[in-house]
C-alpha cells in the first residue's frame, strides 16, 4: 500500500514543470475562466470547454481515448459537443479498421468527430489524440479544488474496463447520474476524473489545490492508483443521501470513503498515510492558483 500511495502521489507533480513554462498564456485569451493556472480537468473560456488527450498507444485510444476525452468535459459540469481526431498509423488500412472502433465511441456517446489529421510517417509508434468542444450546462463550472472541511467524497460510477460497448454503457451512465445532479441542484464544490494517479493521486491532488486533508473510511478500490475512469466528488454532508438517491435511479454505483478534514493530512485504517510536512510541500511545489469565477 505505501509503495501505491507513493506512486499515486508521484503522478501529481510529473508536469509542474511544463505547466510553469506556459503560466503566463492565461492572461493572454478573453474570458479564460480555467487555463493552466487551474490544471484543472479542462480549459473553460466563457462557456465552452475543451479538452484534449493523448496520445494514446492506438489499443488504449480504440477502445477508450473518445471517452475519456469527453469524461473531463462532463466532470466540470458540461455536454460534450464535438470532437476532432489526429492518429499516426503504419498503413491506410490500419487507419481504416481504428477509425470504425473511434466511429463507434462516436455514435455511442453521441458525440461526433468531425475532423482532425492522420498521418503515416515512417519511423514513429502508432498513437492517437483527441480534442473535444462542450458547453457548460452547470450554472458555473465546477472545479476540482473546491473541496470544504466537512464534505464527503464519494466516487460516482464504475471502473472504465472492457470492450467498446461495455464502456460506452459504463460512462452513459454515469454521465445520466451526473447530469441529474446538476439538474436538480446538488451543491457539488468539487468534482475530479479519476484518471492517472487513480482514486487516490486524484483525491490528493484535489485535497492540495483545496489546502485540505482527509480521513479516509472506506476503500472503494483496492488498486489504488489505478486508472479508473470514475468521478471523484466533494459535496456537504447533507447531499450525499440525494445522490445516492440519484445514482440509483440510474442502477449507477455510487460510495461515500471519505471526509475533508481541515487538518491537512490523509489519515486511512487510524493511520497517517500522508503527513501534514508532506501535504505542505505539495502545496509549495504545485502551480495554481484559484479561478476568478
Not at 1 to 12: L, P, S, T, V, W
Not at 81 to 100: G, H, M, P, T, Y
Not at 230 to 253: D, G, M, T
Amino acid at each position: 500500500m505505501k509503495r501505491d500511495i507513493e506512486r499515486a502521489i508521484a503522478h501529481i507533480g510529473e508536469t509542474n514543470s511544463i505547466r510553469k513554462t506556459f503560466w503566463n498564456m492565461d492572461e493572454k485569451v478573453k474570458d479564460l475562466l480555467y487555463g493552466i493556472k487551474q490544471g484543472d480537468d479542462a480549459v473553460v473560456v466563457g462557456d465552452m470547454v475543451v479538452n484534449m488527450e493523448g496520445p494514446y498507444p492506438l489499443k488504449t485510444a480504440r477502445k477508450t481515448g473518445l471517452i475519456h476525452t469527453c469524461s473531463d468535459i462532463v466532470v466540470m459540469g458540461a455536454k460534450p459537443l464535438f470532437a476532432l481526431n489526429a492518429i499516426q498509423v503504419d498503413s491506410l488500412e490500419e487507419a481504416e479498421e481504428i477509425a470504425k472502433d473511434l466511429k463507434k465511441q462516436s455514435d455511442g456517446l453521441g458525440v461526433p468527430i468531425i475532423g482532425g489529421n492522420t498521418q503515416m510517417e515512417s519511423g514513429l509508434k502508432p498513437c492517437a489524440s483527441f480534442a473535444v468542444v462542450g458547453r457548460m450546462v452547470a450554472e458555473k463550472p465546477i472545479p476540482d479544488s473546491g473541496a470544504s472541511a466537512g464534505d464527503r467524497i464519494l466516487m460516482l460510477g464504475q471502473v472504465v474496463e472492457g470492450e467498446i460497448g461495455q464502456r460506452l454503457q459504463r460512462v452513459k451512465v454515469r454521465y445520466a447520474s451526473f447530469f441529474d445532479l446538476i439538474e436538480e441542484g446538488i451543491e457539488i464544490n468539487a468534482a475530479k476524473d479519476a484518471s492517472r494517479g487513480g482514486w487516490f493521486g486524484n483525491l490528493t491532488e484535489m485535497l492540495v489545490k483545496a489546502k485540505k486533508g482527509a480521513k479516509i473510511t472506506g476503500i472503494p478500490y483496492p488498486r489504488i492508483s489505478r486508472y479508473m475512469g470514475v468521478f471523484l466528488l466533494s459535496v456537504p454532508k447533507k447531499e450525499a443521501p440525494k445522490i445516492i438517491r440519484i445514482a440509483s435511479q440510474h442502477n449507477c454505483p455510487v460510495v461515500e470513503f471519505a471526509a475533508v478534514t481541515k487538518k491537512m493530512e490523509i489519515e486511512m485504517g487510524g493511520e497517517t498515510v500522508v503527513s501534514r510536512d508532506k501535504m505542505l510541500e505539495l502545496v509549495k511545489n504545485t502551480p495554481y492558483r484559484k479561478a476568478r469565477c
